[in-house]
């Protein structure tokens, strides 16, 4: 975990993935996973923070109406990042993951059930989660319900003593709908409840010297014990007569922290022959600060809750990606059915309205260094093999 909280970016990540995932569909039938191996090897490098690592995951059906699947995954970091810089120095370390999951078919319905842990040296987290998903209308229409539950502890490295607790609740509706032979449409809706220990332990915020106005010093950040967000998402699909297609998503979030946030996200996908699909896609993302965010305040301990962590803030991003996927069916492999590999790239580009960088070189006075921005890259090779 260490001075830069990650989870906001972990979340980025995520769903960057899903989408390239979900890019060619919003609907599937009530069928169960194929049997597969899948073999990605993600990358993040930028802001000072390089995290990488693989993932891999096992699906294998145990019968006509059960699947069951494992994963793991792995995060390498190393961080020089603004925040690592202005509080520390710089650190590496290595999170990982697994996760258990089993499908179950009936008739029209898909259940899914699974596990989660995620451990790093100071951060231990633990998720079940459930969902079930019905067809109706001969599968013109999918309606889905989530629900998981997160239970985290949060440690401080070097202090075997400090151990604080975070519950999380998630729960999801989505429906999509088939709208037409070429068209289809997609509604999600999720809520979040967050209760416990939501700050990181080694961030903090500063305030004005009281004793010398031109320097500022440091406090620890106090958040609220408890967040509840909530956001819904609409995503439209449309293939096109000439072997491509095209989807758009917006996507609008709110919590009472006060931030509230908007993402509008265009990709299109292109069939070049059977085997070879280009893909592309454009981003962009907008927030508002947090109602305790402040870069700098006026004196230690100016109000009850204090914020400065960037993610808080407002700012504004842009993704640009593009990937080649390579597909091979009913292959000469003895016991491969399907192979896919493909290599996706985005650009990402991060400008903050209020949040400066107190590592910048000059002679500033506080509060008036120059705005924080920075872009970064993240790619993704991934392996497929269905039998």
């Known amino acids: 975990m260490a001075v830069t909280d990650r989870s906001g970016l972990f979340s980025a990540l995520v ?7 979900l890019l060619g569909q ?3 039938a009530a ?5 597969n191996v899948d073999v990605l090897y993600h990358r993040y490098d930028g802001g000072g923070m390089v995290i990488d690592g693989p993932s891999v995951l096992v699906r294998k059906s145990a019968g006509p109406q059960v699947s069951v699947s494992g994963q793991y995954y792995v995060d390498m970091v190393s961080a020089a990042s603004v925040d690592v810089v202005a509080l520390a120095s ?3 370390e290595e999170r990982t993951e697994y996760t258990l999951g089993v499908d179950y078919l009936h008739e029209d319905s898909i259940l899914s059930l699974g596990y989660t842990n995620s451990s790093e040296n100071d951060y231990e987290a633990n998720t079940v989660y459930f969902s079930a998903s019905q067809e109706f209308f001969g599968g013109m229409s999918t309606v889905t319900l989530g629900y998981a539950r997160g239970q985290d502890e949060v440690g401080v490295r ?3 003593s400090f151990s604080e607790d975070a519950d999380r609740q998630n729960y999801q509706l989505g429906l999509s709908q088939v709208m037409t032979r070429n068209s289809l449409l997609g509604v999600d809706l999720e809520v979040v409840t967050d209760e416990g220990y939501l700050e990181n332990p080694y961030r903090r915020n500063r305030y004005i010297d009281p004793s010398n106005s031109t320097q ?3 406090q620890p950040e106090r958040y609220p014990e408890t967040r509840t967000s909530f956001s819904v998402a609409t995503r439209a699909l449309y293939y096109l007569p000439y072997r491509a297609s095209i989807r758009g998503e917006f996507r609008y979030f709110s919590d009472s922290w006060g931030i509230d946030a908007q993402t509008f996200e265009l990709a299109y996908v292109h069939a070049l022959n059977p085997r070879w699909t280009l893909e592309g896609r454009a981003r962009y993302y907008v927030q508002d600060e947090a109602d305790f ?4 305040y006026a004196f230690e301990n100016s109000q009850t809750h204090l914020a400065r962590d960037k ?4 700012f504004s991003g842009t993704t640009l990606g593009g990937g080649v996927v390579y597909e091979w069916k009913q292959t000469s492999l003895p016991g491969i059915q399907r192979l896919q590999a493909s290599l996706l790239v985005d650009w990402l580009d991060f400008s903050y309205d209020n949040f400066r960088d107190v590592t910048a070189s000059g002679s500033f006075l506080p509060g008036e260094e120059p705005l924080y921005s920075f872009d970064a890259f993240v790619t993704r090779a991934s392996l497929i093999l269905e039998y």
């Open 293 to 296: 965010y402040s870069d700098l």
């Open 216 to 218: 500022f010093l440091y």
């Open 26 to 28: 919003l609907a599937t």
């Open 31 to 35: 069928t169960l996973p194929q049997d």
């Open 15 to 21: 769903t960057g993935l899903v989408c390239w995932l």
């Open 90 to 92: 710089e650190y590496t």
């Open 311 to 314: 993610e808080m803030s407002a």
């Open 158 to 160: 070097g202090n075997e």
